[in-house]
Structures are given as C-alpha cells and as structure tokens.
C-alpha cells in the first residue's frame, strides 16, 4: 500500500521528457480510479463526467493496481527514478486506435419456432451480400471477425465473408463464433414496454450481454502496433446495448433506437479511452427494396 501511495505520488508531481514525446500525467480522482466488485455484474452508470477508467485500462489505474512490476529503486538517482517511472507508465500506454463494425444480420424468417428454422429471407441474403460488398469497399484490412452462433447471424457472416475469403475456402472459417452474443434482452427498458419479456429474463441475458460488452470494448492493448479493424455480425439488441454503454448513455434506453437489417454501426476507441460513434445502423450502401428493420 505505501509503494501504492508513493507511487501515485510521484506520478502526480511529475511531468518528462520520454522516447515518445512529453509525458503529462493528470490528476485523476479516486472516485475515477475504484474498483468494481467483481460479483457486481450491473453498469456502473456515470453521472455528468465521462468515466475514464470505464474498461480497467487507465495507465496510472493499471500502475497503481500492480499493472507493472516494478524494481526496487534503491539508491537511484530521483532522476533516474522518474526516468524508469516514465518507462513504465510508457509501456502500459495504448498507441492505436481500435475499430470495431457493428453488423445486424440480414432479414429473417420471423415464422420460425426454433432458432434452425430462423433462416434468411432472400430479401435477407441480399442484404448481407450489399453489406459485405460495402465492408470490402471501405477498403480496411480487417484483423478480425466475430459472429453470434445463432443461424441468422451465422448466414449473414457467411455471405458477407466471401468477400474476403479465398476462391475454395468456407467462408465461414473466417469467423470465430461467440455463443455470448446471441440476442436477448439485455436490461429493462425505459420506460416499461409490454412487449418484452419479464425480469427473469433481463436478469439472464443482460450478465451475458454485459460479459460480452466487457470482452470486446476496451481501448487498445499496449502492445498493437497498429490501428485495428474488427467486424462483428450479431443482433438489434445487443447492438444498441453495446452502443449506449460505448459511449456512457443509461444502458436502459436501448429500445429507442431501431437498427434496420444488415445494418453498419462504426464504433471507434482511442487510446485514451475516448469513444466515438461513427455511425449508427448505417443503411445507406442499400437501394430503398432492400431496407428493412425485421
């Protein structure tokens, strides 16, 4: 605990010249810097500052928290002390930005009792081919893809991912498959709507939905050496989950925005944690015959 405080001290009081420029260390709060209880599964919901901590990845939070081991200063010089000091908080530092494409899959069989039986409509496929060819247009060198395991998503990846697959290769294989994004109701609206389910259900879903935002939003890992690209092919809900919680909205408003099908939400995540929403259920690459929003 002393070599927390003397740390948190010296990071205050002091400012350097380092390999990537100058260093400037802000002041940041306790109230900032606390630590979840990790059995607490709900939001933390910010008030009117922006929760800079908001992914655990702060550079002085990971510092302060044993983030870095740090050797025995010892008889060092206070310069070469800050020196190292510098070093440190440098080497937890992200560089690069992360991008992460938010896609809904394509219309589906809205008949269907069973999630097999929940295919894509040809209105559908149609779609998510548009889709895939507008992905491909934007010419990024995407680094990932991800898709819900249920079978409208995993129909839409397929056809979007032909794109940037090989001639004799399963488009398919190019997506990991993540059983944490399937649809669900990830938390109450408000205000009340009659049309979802009951709490059990909220209460099932949204720790998964909130485990997955936790997974997959947060700022870049210190060690990208470049600016990312990710593609994410899941559902309506979680979609507008993931976005409210992006960029620190109340989570419970969710159900005010409509996302039409096959549709493209940019989230971009700098490395200080800032979060913008580039676009949101983004439509446009489609002629009029083939938007829809179910």
Request: one cysteine or more.
């Amino acid at each position: 605990m002393k070599e927390a405080f003397r740390l948190f001290k010296k990071l205050v009081a002091t400012s350097a010249v380092g390999i990537g420029g100058i260093f400037c260390i802000k002041l940041v709060s306790c109230e900032d810097m606390r630590i979840q209880n990790e059995n607490d599964v709900e939001p933390r919901l910010p008030g009117w500052r922006w929760d800079t901590n908001w992914d655990k990845r702060d550079p002085v939070y990971r510092l302060l928290t044993g983030g870095v081991k740090r050797a025995e200063v010892g008889n060092k010089s206070k310069t070469s002390d800050t020196e190292e000091l510098m070093k440190d908080l440098d080497n937890v530092t992200p560089k690069h930005i992360r991008n992460i494409f938010l896609i809904r899959h394509g219309q589906y069989n809205l008949k269907g009792s069973t999630d097999n039986e929940r295919t894509l409509t040809k209105l559908g496929r149609k779609q998510a081919a548009a889709t895939g060819k507008r992905l491909k247009l934007m010419s990024n060198n995407y680094d990932r893809f991800i898709v819900s395991d249920m079978s409208r998503a995993l129909e839409t990846a397929e056809i979007i991912g032909k794109e940037f697959s090989r001639t004799n290769e399963n488009s398919l294989d190019l997506f990991e498959r993540d059983p944490m994004l399937r649809e669900g109701s990830p938390i109450e609206p408000a205000p009340p709507s009659r049309k979802w389910r009951p709490e059990l259900h909220y209460y099932e879903d949204g720790i998964r939905i909130e485990a997955a935002f936790r997974k997959y939003f947060h700022r870049a890992e210190p060690e990208q050496d470049k600016e990312s690209f990710e593609v994410v092919v899941c559902h309506a809900n979680v979609i507008r989950y993931f976005c409210w919680r992006a960029i620190q909205f109340h989570p419970n408003r969710w159900l005010h925005v409509s996302l039409g099908n096959a549709s493209i939400t940019h989230i971009r995540i700098l490395p200080e944690g800032g979060v913008i929403l580039m676009s949101l259920g983004d439509s446009s690459h489609m002629p009029k015959e083939l938007l829809t929003t179910s």
